[in-house]
């Protein structure tokens, strides 16, 4: 009774693995400037803006309300117009990666208010500028923090990707749907969920071995 | 020099100004250990933070060595505040980063380049503080005594003219209090350094400074040399701190009622302290004497007593022990005549 078509599966792991890889990448490279500029803001912080963080949080929080499954579609013209396409892994992309960065910015500004405020203070004493407060004691101070941020939004954009099937972008996800859901192809069904299972276990042990390096406590 | 004129600085909460100073002039003398003491709320906090604009003046001017700091720029406040050194009660270490990395960082932001100028003068501090074994250790993996040390090595890598003390030993046992005070001591008198600590303690105040102020609401209400201040306290509020750090060695009037004759209170200061001064007096002048309560320490490296004592003979023979006495060098307070 096997249905099972290991080089497809192998196909549509590359897949989940490029999407992820790949948005997770520009979602930390846009969340993090953004979660930096949503934590100095923020009420009490070093650039505390009422009218501002108002504005940009409401931004965020639209973006983090709207379903993925919506986001992948409303984005199809400003997929187009950045990728060239709105198919396979490369329509994919944009939409994770907006779906993904209002999560991951607001991860990034709660790691960051962690940091005691003595800590912003006594660089502060020492003469350091804004810039020097974030790069030299914010950030390195929340780094565990930010580890675990990029292993949560990981996570989650590994169950995003299962509903890029939409626009024809494959993965595991699109596989379980297609063959083991429509199809009624229960084994494949299991090995995809298998996978996924193995793959989030997998990037969670990673993440968290990395937070107890970096926590030197 | 440290020069308030005029200072204050209110809070506004909810709306509300909260006064955290009221209008302030204060002196700190170049070289000086000065101490503010208060309870939480009495504003030390505040004029500590004022010092190096942590916190921004509601109004008034604070000079320092001759700049007006309250005038500065974002940027010359920055270069300004690289000659003055803080520490605090919590430390405020970067946990990320190893006690040399620490020490080093006020150099690399101020924008050292060579690292191996670094490394010496890391060096040079960590040996300074006593902590050289521990360079490539994590905060985390240190005692609270040791990472005060390092907390000081980090304000001392500038080579700042002034150091700020945010209730530093609060958080300390008073073993380890006592090392770190005198490692304050040590570099206040070594680099000529002006300390500027503030405390609930007067223990802290006792030990180290020169100068104290006394702090309550906003104002400061009592403040001179620290023998001066802690031997004749004279506002209700350092009478009380004088009195928390005696824990009743000079008895109170209840425990007297039973004694004969006028009851004084002799306080010795610096050499008089351990000269036999009583014994002779008493021996001259033929008055008898017996000892209600006392004890005799030191403020900072100055030896001092107090006695509370029951003096019976007749009146000549206490008019001429009480000259005798001040001409020893010995302050005189009746208590009971």
């Known amino acids: 009774m096997s249905n099972i078509d290991w080089y497809e599966i192998w196909l549509a792991t590359l897949d989940t693995l490029l999407m992820m890889g790949g948005s997770l990448l520009f979602t930390v490279l846009l969340g993090l400037p953004l979660g930096v500029l949503l934590f100095l803001l923020g009420p009490r912080q ?49 939409p994770l990666v907006v779906g993904a960065t209002p999560f991951f910015a607001r ?57 890029a099937g939409v626009v024809g972008a494959g993965g595991l996800g699109d596989l379980a749907i297609r063959f083991g859901y429509q199809r009624f192809q229960t084994d494949v069904m299991v090995v995809t969920v298998v996978l996924l299972l193995v793959l989030v276990q997998i990037l969670q042990m990673l ?4 937070v107890v390096h970096f926590s030197r406590k | 020099m440290i020069e308030f004129e005029q200072v204050h600085k209110a809070y ?52 320092i060595d001759g700049t007006d700091v309250t005038a500065l720029d974002a940027a010359g406040l920055r270069d ?48 300074r503080v006593g902590l050289s074994e521990h360079a490539d250790k994590y905060p985390a993996q240190l005692s609270g005594g040791q990472k005060q040390r390092v907390g000081i090595a980090r304000a001392l890598a500038t080579g700042p003219d002034i150091l700020l003390c945010d209730e530093a030993t609060s958080a300390l046992d008073p073993q380890t209090t006592a090392q770190v005070l005198q490692l304050l001591a040590e570099i206040n008198r070594e680099l000529g350094l002006t300390i500027v600590l503030i405390t609930h303690e007067m223990d802290v105040i ?27 306290p004279q506002h209700e509020t350092t009478r009380r701190f004088v009195q928390e750090s005696d824990e ?13 004759g006028s009851i004084v209170r002799l306080t010795f200061l610096g050499e008089s302290t351990y000269a036999p001064v009583l014994g002779r007096i008493a021996r001259e002048t033929g008055i008898d004497y017996s000892i209600l309560a006392g004890r005799i320490g030191r403020i900072k490296d100055q030896p001092c007593g107090q006695l509370t004592v029951a003096l019976s003979g007749s009146a000549e023979q206490a008019v001429a022990a009480r000259e005798q006495l001040q001409s020893a060098g010995v302050t005189l307070e009746v208590l009971r005549a």
């Not at chain 1, 810039?131 to 590994?158: D, M």
């Not at chain 2, 180290?208 to 023998?227: K, P, Q, S, T």
């Not at chain 2, 009743?248 to 004969?260: A, I, P």
């Open chain 2, 206 to 232: 006792r030990r180290v400074c020169d100068r104290v102020g006394v702090m309550d609401g906003g104002v400061i209400v009592e403040l001179g040399d620290v023998a001066d201040v802690f031997l004749h």
């Open chain 1, 107 to 163: 991860l990034v500004e709660t790691a960051l208010r962690e940091v005691d405020r003595g800590i912003i203070e006594a660089t502060q004493s020492m003469g350091a500028n804004t810039r020097q407060i974030i790069w030299n004691a914010v950030l390195p101070e929340a780094r565990p923090g930010i580890i675990a941020a990029v292993t949560v939004t990981a996570i989650t954009l590994v169950s995003y990707t299962a509903m």
């Open chain 2, 12 to 63: 506004v909460v909810q709306g509300q100004p909260i006064p955290a100073l009221q209008k302030t002039d204060l002196q700190i003398r170049r070289g000086e250990i000065f101490g503010l003491i208060g309870h939480s709320g009495a504003g030390k906090s505040t004029l500590l933070r004022l010092i190096n604009r942590l916190e921004e003046p509601c109004g008034g001017r604070i000079m």
């Open chain 1, 46 to 94: 070093l650039f505390a803006h009422r009218g501002a963080y108002a504005v940009l949080s409401l931004v965020v929080n639209v973006l983090r309300s709207l379903p993925f499954i919506i986001l992948l579609i409303v984005m199809i013209p400003f997929t187009v117009l950045i990728t060239g396409t709105s198919l396979g892994v490369a329509g994919a992309i944009p």
């Open chain 2, 248 to 260: 009743d060695t000079l008895g109170s009037d209840e425990d007297w009622q039973q004694v004969q």
């Open chain 2, 80 to 127: 300004f505040r690289r000659k003055i050194g803080m520490i605090f009660q919590h430390f405020n270490l970067l946990a990320s980063k190893t006690v040399a990395n620490n020490v080093a960082m006020p150099m690399k932001l101020a924008g050292e380049q060579s690292n191996a100028a670094i490394a010496q003068r890391v060096a040079e501090l960590l040996a």
């Open chain 1, 207 to 210: 993440g968290d071995r990395l």
